[in-house]
């Protein structure tokens, strides 16, 4: 018996596999079985495009562009706090201040 289950290839492991299913959870229950695994499949898939996003947005904030950096100066003359704050917001302010 030892030596038969060394014997079985990869192939003949799925057919096994297979009739177990249909043997514990019926034939009727293979497509729910299948849709659940389908829709837990979506949603780790989802999840991993939004980590992968987040990640490159976080990536693109560390990095400052020269322009970013000429503002943060600019803004630090004027005693005006950069952290946080779009580009936009930072001309806004400095616009203010003179």
Do not use: C, H, Y
């Not at 009739?19 to 695994?37: D, R, T």
């Not at 490159?56 to 704050?85: C, M």
Request: glycine share 10%; proline share 3%; no cysteine.
């Amino acid at each position: 018996m030892k030596n038969l289950v060394f014997q079985i290839g990869g192939t003949e492991w799925l057919w096994v596999i297979i009739v177990l299913v249909v043997m514990l959870f019926g034939a009727g229950k293979i497509p729910e079985i299948a849709k659940s695994i389908g829709r837990a499949t979506g949603e780790f898939q989802k999840g991993k495009m939004e980590i992968e996003r987040e990640i490159a947005q976080a990536t693109k904030e560390l990095e400052k562009t020269p322009e970013r950096l000429r503002l943060e100066e600019a803004a630090r003359v004027f005693g005006i706090d950069p952290t946080g704050k779009t580009d936009e917001q930072l001309r806004e302010e400095i616009k203010k201040s003179t």
